[in-house]
């Protein structure tokens, strides 16, 4: 069995595997797509220490920084079902999609969250060419340009405030008659002079001159009338949902699905860890996923020196 296995290979997962192995345990991880959402990103500027890097080249050095350590890697192996262990220090079981089990003293889930996307014409297309999905990440690339937040949820409307302070303007769509977010939230917005925000109104295309964004078209869902606007940034904010619907039965969730986590990484289960995007960490980016990875590797094996010798 593994002391530490992995389940994830994204930032969290890769630093929870590094640290677990420099301990001299046996680790493992298994991941359906080593590198994670960083594989779909272009340009990262907020790596710190590393100025400028793109997604591509980040999970090639995750990846060797990982194998430098002597951890077994299982690349494309999705996990379908989590056992956990019986009795307090005995081994939990994870299943496979391909059927193979494989056991370990304490695992460590890390595996990430994804963007719900708008799925209209162009969306695919355009992403990364002036669709976005992070404002801490891609904000300043639109600085003095035109952009448009997807969602007046609570993300949508910090997204659109955050926005302004950096953006030319920012037109605010939302699906529903009235936002979502917080009052408090909804005041600052409304007192910001550069932002026009748009009810009852459902994004229809994102257009493009073939290269990148030029604008979009939305339908007043009251008139019916579909109308253009011209822009160079579109970011979408209509939901995160974290990748854990396989894991409900095993740790405690929350209602929107996140792993319910303490400070040090520990879930509702004993042996159990989590970190990253998966979780219920409050901001979801690379290098706090791998602080968090970090955490929950020392603290797996701090559990680990505490269990009985057999
Ligand atoms: P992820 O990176 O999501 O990795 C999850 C891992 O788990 C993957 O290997 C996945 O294949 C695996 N997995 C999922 N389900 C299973 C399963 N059932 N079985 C096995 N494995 C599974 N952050 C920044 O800090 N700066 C940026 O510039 C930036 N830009 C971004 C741009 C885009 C387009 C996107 C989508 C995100 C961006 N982010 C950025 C956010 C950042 O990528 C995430 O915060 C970070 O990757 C989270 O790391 P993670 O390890 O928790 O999860």
């Known amino acids: 069995p593994f002391d530490v296995l992995v389940v994830g290979g994204g930032p969290a997962g890769a630093a929870a595997a590094i640290y677990a192995a420099r301990k001299g345990i046996r680790v493992g991880v298994a991941a359906e797509r080593f590198g994670g959402q960083v594989l779909d990103t272009m340009g990262i500027e907020n790596f710190i220490s590393v100025p ?21 890697i299982m690349n494309l192996q999705r996990a379908e079902k989590l056992v956990p262990a019986s009795r307090e220090g005995g081994l939990h079981e994870l299943v496979l999609a391909n059927g193979a089990s494989l056991k370990a003293r304490t695992i460590i889930l890390t595996t990430g969250a ?36 997807i ?12 926005l302004a302070g950096i953006v030319a303007h920012v037109t605010l769509i939302e699906f529903d008659s009235q936002l979502r977010a917080d009052a408090v939230l909804q ?19 994102v257009n493009g001159d073939g290269t990148k964004v030029t604008g979009l078209t939305y339908k007043d869902r009251v008139s019916g ?41 520990e879930t509702s289960q004993p042996g159990i860890f989590a970190a990253g995007d998966a979780t219920t960490v409050p901001y979801k980016q690379i290098v706090i996923a791998m602080g968090a990875g970090s955490t929950a590797a020392l603290s797996a094996f701090d559990y680990l020196i505490r269990l009985p010798a057999e």
């Open 52 to 72: 400028y890097t793109e997604g591509p080249k980040l999970a090639a050095h995750l990846e060797q920084h990982v194998k430098e350590n002597g951890v077994d």
């Open 114 to 149: 994804r963007w719900r996307q708008m799925n209209v014409p162009g969306e695919d297309e355009y992403r990364n060419k002036g669709v976005a999905y992070c404002p801490h990440c891609d904000g300043p690339l639109f600085k003095g340009k035109r952009v448009a937040v």
């Open 187 to 205: 005041r600052k917005l409304a007192s910001l002079p550069n932002v026009k925000i748009l009810t009852s109104s459902m994004t229809t295309r």
């Open 151 to 162: 969602g007046g949820g609570n993300s949508g409307v910090e997204a659109a405030i955050d």
């Open 225 to 265: 009338a579909e109308h253009d606007i011209e822009l160079e940034g579109i970011f979408v904010q209509i939901g995160l949902v974290p990748n854990t619907e396989w894991m409900k039965d095993a740790v405690a969730l929350t209602p929107r699905g996140e792993i319910v986590i303490d400070a040090r990484g």
